[in-house]
């Protein structure tokens, strides 16, 4: 009985102890101040969350604040803080004083508890982000800002961050005081990357890439003979051979149509990667026109779920390469195995990049979106720049070569020019002479251009 009668008076005393805990004593005072009236964190004296909110903010966190275990501080502990700190004087308020006036610092504090700190700085003396400090913006161009964004930055929705909070945030960043010395180099890296300079980076890296894809189709249609062919499309008539060359390269290149009626397994394991690729490709496009300022966008908006859903088919696609990397003892060619093995690892990290950037601005990691969103420009960027030199470069070659086959095959249906009558494959003489012009150029130079072919029964 005497025991029973202990424990109960323990239980009880420890519960009155928790409840009577004081603000002051807690870890969370170290950031907003021991009376609640800020400091590095906003001030929450007179806080109006209700017991809930508070709960889940001191349990999850909150922009830069971590979030704090039953361990640390028990429910009961955080309501008893919760109440404390509503019935706290108005007095543990500190000024901002805005136009001259002194102005109590909201309740609602913002700034450094929102995404915003993860660009422009805890400070807000400016990030990857300028400075905001003494924001010169009127309330309506503040607020317009946030919402659509600008250059770089995305834009934020109302859910996440309500139109009075916004205001109270532009009322607190014009009572902050502006240190030169808080202006961090991040700042001069981040002005760098403005919506004109990324274009104008991506125009280059396009540029280079298209330069040394048009060589590589040069290399292939050569070894092919198309300059042999030429005479041939001339008397069959270049704009039908024009219309045989596109439609070959919507069905049998975009299409793949030969492999979807052999094998649909195999094609639907190649689509994963071509279609994925492919309509992030017409996604960034649209992305463009819909959403310019590149504001954040609901998961279900339509562009939204359409590049979630291209991105998950590429990452989906990605993976099934490697594993026919681990299991395919015939993927090595020889020659490129090193170089597509770096195009599919660029690949899949822009992706996962891409996933990342996209997941951390949605639970608010402010901290890690912009170095994370620069790791993935960096790979789309590598990704475009590798590409005409990797075995991957078949996706643009292989549906080329396909179409001027069905050019060939077009021309000797048409019976316009069979070339020789014995000749073993019709219409393919002009790539017997690019063999032989090969063949003679190695071995006798002076005549690689002067010899004639004859077909025998």
């Not at 109960?8 to 609640?36: D, K």
């Not at 080329?400 to 316009?416: H, N, P, Y």
Request: charged share 20%; aromatic share 10%.
């Amino acid at each position: 009985m005497k025991r029973l009668l202990f424990a109960s008076l323990l239980v009880v005393s420890n519960l009155v102890l928790a409840q009577s805990r004081p603000f002051a004593n807690t870890t969370c005072a170290g950031c907003h101040g021991s009376q609640g009236e800020g400091d590095m964190g906003p001030a929450i004296a007179k806080t109006q969350l209700s017991n809930e909110e508070f709960l889940r903010i001191v349990r999850n966190g909150k922009g830069l604040m971590p979030g704090t275990s039953s361990s640390s501080l028990s429910d009961a502990e955080v309501e008893a803080m919760r109440n404390e700190l509503a019935d706290m004087a108005d007095l543990a308020l500190k000024p901002l004083a805005v136009d001259g006036n002194d102005t109590p610092r909201p309740a609602g504090d913002v700034f450094s508890t929102s995404t915003c700190v993860g660009c422009h700085g805890m400070k807000a003396m400016g990030g990857l982000g300028p400075p905001i400090v003494k924001t010169k913006l009127t309330e309506g161009e503040f607020l317009a800002i946030v919402r659509k964004g600008r250059g770089m930055m995305p834009g934020t929705p109302a859910k996440t961050l309500p139109d009075d909070q916004v205001k109270a945030m532009r009322i607190e960043l014009q009572g902050m005081e502006w240190d030169e010395s808080q202006i961090p180099i991040a700042f001069k890296v981040g002005s760098l990357l403005t919506t004109r300079n990324m274009a104008i980076f991506f125009s280059f890296v396009t540029l280079f890439a298209t330069v040394f894809g048009i060589r590589v189709l040069a290399y292939w249609l050569g070894n092919a003979g198309f300059k042999g062919l030429r005479p041939k499309i001339a008397r069959f008539g270049w704009g039908k051979a024009a219309w045989v060359f596109l439609r070959s390269l919507v069905v049998d290149g975009l299409l793949v149509a030969s492999l979807y009626r052999t094998n649909k397994a195999r094609w639907l394991k190649h689509g994963l990667m071509l279609y994925g690729f492919l309509g992030l490709m017409l996604g960034d496009v649209l992305m463009q026109v819909v959403n310019p300022q590149r504001g954040d966008l609901a998961p279900t908006h339509p562009l939204k779920a359409f590049l979630l859903l291209c991105g998950a088919a590429l990452l989906t696609g990605v993976v099934y390469v490697f594993y026919r990397y681990k299991t395919d003892r015939y993927i090595d060619n020889g020659l490129t195995m090193g170089r597509d093995f770096l195009f599919v690892n660029l690949l899949l990290h822009t992706v996962v990049s891409g996933f990342m950037t996209m997941e951390l601005n949605r639970v608010g990691a402010a901290g890690w979106i912009m170095p994370i969103y620069l790791y993935h420009l960096a790979s789309v960027g590598l990704l475009i720049a590798t590409a005409p030199f990797t075995r991957f470069n078949h996706v643009f070659v292989v549906p080329v070569l396909a179409a001027t086959t069905a050019v060939v095959d077009a021309i000797v249906a048409s019976e316009k020019d069979l070339g020789f009558r014995r000749e073993p494959s019709p219409g393919r003489d002009h790539k017997t002479q690019r063999i032989a012009h090969d063949l003679l150029s190695r071995v006798d130079p002076d005549n690689a251009d002067n010899f004639r072919i004859r077909y025998y029964p």
